[in-house]
Nanobody
Framework: QVQLVESGGGLVQPGGSLRLSCAAS????????MNWYRQAPGKERELVAT????????NYADSVKGRFTISRDNARNTAYLQMNTLKPEDTAVYYC??????????????WGQGTQVTVSS
């Protein structure tokens, strides 16, 4: 029932901006921490940023600090990632993520399908 659907990716020039959206459904969005991850070809998936249910941003990757901003609109059940001053090394598939505690212990992650961001001249 939980669904996360990313959108907003595309091709952008270095120095440009892009805003990604994550539309959530099937759970009480306003109660959950949301995350953005990214994965470049041949590299490990990395955490880009986190936003708590209270709207506090956390865990920005060092490589994106000062350039990316995570936000959320609980009325629209949507999380966002505003990406400014984009660099070629930002090229990756970007994924929306949230998680819940399993009743029997451990964590269960939910992932969107990903949206491709390509930064190139």
């Amino acid at each position: 029932q939980v669904q996360l659907v990313e959108s907003g990716g595309g091709l952008v020039q270095p120095g440009g901006s892009l805003r990604l959206s994550c539309a959530a459904s099937g759970f009480t969005f306003s109660s959950y921490t949301m995350n953005w991850y990214r994965q470049a070809p041949g590299k490990e998936r990395e955490l880009v940023a986190t936003i708590t249910s209270a709207g506090i941003s956390l865990n920005y990757a060092d490589s994106v600090k000062g350039r990316f901003t995570i936000s959320r609109d609980n009325a629209r059940n949507t999380a966002y990632l505003q990406m400014n001053t984009l660099k070629p090394e930002d090229t990756a598939v970007y994924y929306c993520n949230t998680a819940r505690a399993r009743n029997g212990g451990g964590r269960y992650d939910y992932w969107g399908q990903g949206t491709q961001v390509t930064v190139s001249s």
